[in-house]
């Protein structure tokens, strides 16, 4: 999408509303005509459009801006169905507001132009006079920007934490080792938080089309714009005034994961790719051999037969099942991967199903479209019609047969060899019909979708679903690995901003290769790298096909002893990362979170030196570091920080260097929280009587959230969870509320792990004197745990 000047394009504006250019026609959308008001929608005619206003709740309204015909009838993104109103409505000749309760609305009339104000009364999005136009078939819209503005999110994007000063596209691309600087990459999420003279907003924009958005890059500072190539401007401002309550609001709209199975928190094991059978085996073994932790093994593209989606390759893999049993036995689950072409083939059952059925990308004139990838010449799926998808999802049975429990969507974009996909080609869109062009950006996504739902019904239990490409509402499909990243130091540290976008932008469970797809890691890199994963949701060490081994043993004995402490040390955490998944399922507050969730004004936490910083759910800090550095300058938000290995306590508000040595990322706990462990098994579901409680000392205390259930089946939906909530007041006293659900909990005894504390004398529970070591029973009821110091 070229740029085009805000100079140019004001200059253009101010001759005439309608111009014809030398290229294309640049259209106003001009001045408001017919009015229709009520609790329900606004709706206003223009010479050019319609808009349509309406509350989806208090705080969030969509503004729908189209030509005739192009209106945005079908969304894949939202879910959210509208549960607002206009509380009071108001015209005069010049303009007209409205209230949601939370929101202002002010629309001038001549011409259009919205203006929105906050519960706080500050104008959170405005429109600039160049206010909305189409070139073409493109829309776009400008906004007035304010001097201090701030941008995050976009999702799984390059580039800086605050956004500012930069332009992005959304046209979902398979970049190999990608530039650290690359755009667009895979996902296309077209939602952003905006901070903007202390306030904070959402914008989300529901066009599947090619899209991009600029702020402010190569403008005068007074502008932010964005647009797509086609269809309607199709928006969703967000006017919460906290960043968690905007993505809370945002995951309402476009849906939140939900619960993966346990065993996919744990260490993942990938490479391009392990074959045959026998070193499939093999590696298994050696994790249980060398105890160190593991849940999967992946296999990749080789595993089938000339790469035929739904296969097994006759030799490599002869008998799958006594396989997978045998991995079974050993605690491993197996992961394959799956791309989109089906090889043309006649007598491939899946070809001649696909082409009997005419599930098919198509040409205008009915013929299948034909792409070159790993199998050959392929027909590509349309996951946009609900009958393909559902026999894609059926399809799975030879996969899920042999015990294959996690289905890795790759090269959905769609990727074809490097090849131009006809623009014109035709989906089935639900019925409607559409072209390429407008699916495109949603066709990994609905992959993910077909996906999740056959699996599900072929396993009777949770399927972990990754994919490569997907769109906005895509998490509520799959979690999400940043594709083919590069072994440097750089893209380490990106790899983190992308999985706390992605994290801000409703994908709570993403990751990137460890240690870099393409190239090859120094040992420091990969150590380095591998410690971050400890604090990412997906954490998975893959490599490319000529690339490095990237298992943990693959680097020298002492890096060995590293890497299993690192990985042991994910094990140790998996009550509170459980705990943490459960959040981003109630309330989609991510796993990773950037710390300018908690607080957005705080110039410090764009600071190019601490941007990278990030909570790891409620209670702890991580301050990535690169490979190449013993030592970091960390920023500490307010409150008290134990470093969690060494103990020693910095206190909040403060930059300090911190010492990171190999192996020692600075991680900090927070004072005055509660932080549930567990002694680190083989694999996620061994099971541990004794739950340890890392009780943090603090000036002020914290309220926590403690849940388990039975980590794979589906009974959480029917309430057989284990619910805690934990009142801490960071000195004394400790209060565990009575188990909401019905589980019964995996812990008999709860240990209590003092740290920042004088020698603890006089514990209690209930009343009652504890004596000896720390340890009272874990049962269903309230419990109320004081002791002195
Ligand atoms: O053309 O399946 O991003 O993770 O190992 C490359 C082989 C296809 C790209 C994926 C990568 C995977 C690889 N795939």
Redesign the pocket.
Known sequence: MPLRSLYCLLLLVCLTSTINAQDSKLIQLGDVGKVSLSAKEILLQTEQGSISIIPYDSDIVRIQIAQAGKKNNLSYGVIGEPKGTFTDWNQSKTEITASTGDLKLRISKSPYQLRVWNKAGKLIVEDDTLGTTWQGTEVMAYKKMHPTERFIGLGEKTGHLDRKGSFYENWNT?D?GYEAEADPLYATIPFFVGLRDSATYGIFLDNTYRSYFSFAASTDNTCYHFGAADGALDYYIFGASDVSKIIEDYTWLTGRMSMPPKWSLGYQQ????YYPDTEVLAIAKTFREKKIPADVIYL??HYMDAYKIFTFHPERFSKPKSLMDELKGMGFKVVT?V?PGIKVEKGYHAFDELAANGYYAKYPNGKPYIGS??PGRCYFPDFTNPEGRAWWGKSFKTLTDAGVRGF?N??NEP?AWGQYIPGSLNFNFEGQGASYKKIHNVYGMQMSRATLDGTKKLMGERPFILT?ATYSGGQRYSAI?T??NVATDEHMLLGVRMVSSLGLSGFPFAGC?IAG?AGEPSDALYLRWLNIGVYTPLFRG?T??DGRDHEPWSFGETNEEIAKNLIRQRYAMMPYLYSAMYTATQNGLPIVRTLAIQQPFDAMVYDLAYENEFMFGDNILVAPVSSKSNAVKVYFPAGDWYHMQTGEMFAGGQVKLVEAPIGQLPVFVKGGTVTPMVTPGDYVEVQRDTLQLHIYKGKSGSKYVFYEDDGISYKYEDNNIALRNIDFNGMNDLKVAAQTGSFNSSYKYAELVFHGFGPVKNLSANGNKISGKNVIAWGKGEMDVRWEE
């Not at 990938?270 to 790719?273: A, G, L, M, Q, V």
Request: glycine share 4%; proline share 0%.
């Open positions: 398979d190999f990938c490479r391009y790719s990749d593209i991967i791309d990838v790993w890795w790759d090269m990727a490569r690995w594709g083919d290769d797809f893959h490319a096909y």
